[in-house]
């Protein structure tokens, strides 16, 4: 049975989505329902039941809570709600998102349009990357693009659909995105260090690219968290597999260095691996 509960409305963004406070909480939620801000006022107390809601959830904590109230009055409602209901869609995918993206997320989607409605250019260096690394996010970040292209009539180039899977992506791991960025555009230079010293090309399209960027995602992202994988044999790998021994050496400096880390020997031996699986493919 549906009880109503009285919320008084803070602010309207679309029909589907609006900020409001549960007045017996005291909190301010965002609700997202089919038809959920229809004639509703700023201000109004109004009733309504668990069937009208789709999905309710705090857009802010107390730490960002003046600047999310900063942002709902600098940009366009419609636009505060298209990036909302791409949160909710990311949040029943992956779960509970870093909460900063309700700000990170929905600023970069208006200043995009912003861009876009003036002609600028948007560049995304990294769009095969993101493409392959964080493929369900892109997946929403695609959902997204359909969403502002209906409510917005702005249709989102692929750079910017990247770039919508980056904010994602960085919430899902409790990182900024400029790290999330720093990672990304980390493995592609790692990328073209082993193509250049192996004088190869990988095609982007190939299960060998995607499986290299994966395990130099993981790589990475394990040396950032302070783990590292099981012992392998690492005498037998430095002495049977010379050569790509040395190119895992100088691939992890470039990561020490890029990241200010300390990289474990396992972690080594585990990209001497790798490199070793490429040479074997690309010399027959």
């Not at 876009?116 to 997204?144: Q, S, W």
């Amino acid at each position: 049975m549906s009880h109503d509960k009285k919320y008084k409305v803070i602010k309207v963004f679309n029909n589907n989505v609006i900020l409001a406070e549960d007045i017996a909480a005291n909190q301010e939620l965002i609700i997202i329902g089919k038809g959920i801000g229809y004639a509703k006022k700023q201000g109004a107390v109004v009733k309504m039941t668990s069937s009208d809601i789709e999905k309710t959830f705090a857009a802010y904590d107390s730490d960002i809570k003046k600047e999310f109230h900063t942002l709902i009055n600098q940009l366009d409602a419609d636009v505060m709600g298209a990036s909302e209901e791409i949160i909710a869609a990311a949040e029943e995918k992956f779960g509970r998102l870093n909460p900063h993206i309700h700000i990170a997320l929905t600023d970069h989607i208006g200043f995009a349009i912003d861009r876009l409605k003036t002609n600028m250019d948007i560049n995304n260096p990294f769009l095969n990357e993101i493409k392959l690394l964080y493929a369900e996010e892109y997946r929403i970040g695609i959902k997204g693009a359909e969403m502002i292209e209906e409510k917005l009539n702005v249709m989102l180039p692929d750079s910017e659909i990247g770039f919508i899977a980056l904010h994602i992506h960085a919430a899902r791991q409790n990182r900024s995105v400029s790290d999330t960025v720093r990672s990304t555009s980390l493995i592609s230079e790692l990328v073209k260090l082993i193509e250049d010293e192996l004088h190869i090309k990988l095609e982007r399209t190939e299960l060998s690219y995607l499986r290299l960027i994966n395990h130099l995602r993981f790589a990475i992202e394990r040396i950032q968290k302070g783990k590292t994988e099981k012992k392998l044999f690492l005498d037998k790998i430095r002495n049977e597999l010379k050569e790509s021994y040395r190119l895992a050496e100088k691939v992890g400096k470039w990561i020490e260095k890029s990241l200010d880390v300390e990289i474990d020997e396992n972690e080594i031996s585990y990209i001497t691996i790798h490199i070793q699986r490429l040479k074997n493919m690309y010399s027959n």
